[in-house]
C-alpha cells in the first residue's frame, strides 16, 4: 500500500508540473488556445493538435520521472490513466462543460467575471487539477 501511496504522490505532482508547462508554455499555441472551443471541424481540429502536444508534454516528462526514480507502473495503468487525462481535457477545453457546471451549481456570475481574475479560467484550472488527480490514482492503482 505503501509503495502505491508512492507512486501516486511521484506522480501526482508530475502530471501538476506537466500540465502547466503543456498548458501555458509548450503544448498549445495561441490560435489553438483561441479556437479549441469554435464550433464543428475547426474547434475540434485545433483542440485536438492542443491535447496531443499537451500529452506529448505529459508523456516526456512522467517517462523521465518513472525512469528516474523506477517506479513501478503498469501499462494498464499509464494507458488509463494518460486516456482519462486525455479525454477530460478535451472535454473541459471545449468550455462550454465549465461554463454549464458553474451556472449549475450556483456560480454564474463568477463564470462571467473577468477581474480581478477570470471565473471560467480559473474554474477550468481547477477542474483540470481534479482530472489529474483521478489519472493519478489510476496510474498508481491499476
Keep these: 500500500m505503501l509503495v502505491s501511496a508512492i507512486v501516486f504522490a511521484v506522480v501526482a505532482a508530475t502530471l501538476y508540473a506537466g500540465h502547466q508547462v503543456a498548458d501555458h508554455v509548450l503544448g498549445q499555441s495561441d490560435k489553438q488556445a483561441a479556437h479549441k472551443a469554435a464550433p464543428g471541424w475547426d474547434g475540434w481540429r485545433h483542440l485536438l493538435g492542443h491535447v496531443v502536444a499537451y500529452h506529448l508534454v505529459v508523456v516526456v516528462m512522467l517517462a523521465i520521472t518513472i525512469a528516474a526514480l523506477d517506479l513501478p507502473v503498469t501499462a494498464l495503468g499509464l494507458a488509463a490513466g494518460l486516456g482519462f487525462s486525455a479525454v477530460s481535457h478535451a472535454f473541459l477545453d471545449r468550455r462550454w462543460p465549465v461554463r454549464w457546471l458553474l451556472t449549475h451549481t ?24 481534479a482530472c489529474l488527480w483521478a489519472s493519478a490514482l489510476l496510474i498508481a492503482c491499476l
Excluded: T, V
Design 106 to 129: 450556483g456560480s454564474g456570475d463568477f463564470a462571467d467575471r473577468q477581474a480581478p481574475i477570470c471565473g471560467m479560467y480559473l474554474a477550468d484550472q481547477s477542474l483540470h487539477a
